[in-house]
């Protein structure tokens, strides 16, 4: 069954640090490019992590950048995000997605873990 | 960065309507390179379409895409109960790779 699976959301407080992991299975993780999305509550979806199948190359959004850390271990079938230095507005919902270049679309999605960063 | 504008924010329908969604590009966009995606509650956005008019695997006829440049259109023929959900309209872009999403259409039962 082709699948994803995010761990790892939970409750932090600002300037504290969370790492997301997402599991993968039915398909060959170690040939697409992953992303981490998220929304926040209200709010449309936004991008904020690419890695490529290989870890040789990745993205991040603005918003995020020098604080989130997106790795793969493709022996373990693995995404990860690790997020440090969160803030509020950090608070969201988080999606890993499979991406699909040749379709140019995500065609398979994580069902999300909450973070929520709160005094 | 390219931005999207989805329309209307809210759409009330009833079953066996039919529903248009709209999104709207700020520059022109490859057909190659839009899709749209449908979110339930508690689940992980579905895409439905991509290359602007192609259905993704297992994806009902009723649902159908269309459009180019800066204008692209989700119809849903005959809405059933289960389409009532949240749709969002994605572009790629490159270079730099950038992926953006619209803000999405609520659409709601009648």
């Given amino acids: 069954q082709v699948q994803l699976e995010e761990v790892g959301g939970g409750v932090v407080q600002p300037g504290g640090s969370l790492r997301l992991s997402c599991s993968a299975s039915g398909f060959i993780f170690s040939a697409y490019g992953m992303h981490w999305i998220r929304r926040a509550p209200g709010k449309g979806l936004e991008c904020v992590a690419f890695i490529w199948f290989d870890g040789s190359d990745k993205y991040y959004a603005e918003s995020v950048k020098g604080r989130f850390t997106i790795s793969r271990d493709n022996s373990k079938h693995t995404l990860y995000l690790q997020m440090n230095s969160l803030r509020p507005e950090d608070t969201a919902v988080y999606y890993c997605a499979k991406w699909d270049g040749d379709l140019a679309a995500f065609d398979i999605w994580g069902q999300g873990t909450m973070v929520t960063v709160s005094s | ?110």
Wanted: with cysteine.
């Fill in chain 2, 1 to 110: 960065e390219i931005v999207l504008t989805q329309s209307p924010g809210t759409l009330s329908l009833s079953p066996g309507e039919r529903a248009t969604l709209s999104c709207r590009a700020s520059q022109s966009v490859s057909r190659t390179y839009l899709a749209w995606y449908q979110q339930k509650p508690g689940q992980g956005p579905r895409l439905l379409i991509y290359g602007a008019s192609t259905r993704a695997t297992g994806i009902p006829d009723r649902f159908s895409g269309s459009g180019s440049g800066t204008d692209f259109t989700l119809t849903i023929s005959g809405l059933e109960p289960e389409d009532f959900a949240l749709y969002y309209c994605q572009q790629y872009h490159r270079p730099p790779p950038t992926i953006t999403f619209g803000q999405g259409t609520r659409l709601e039962m009648k």
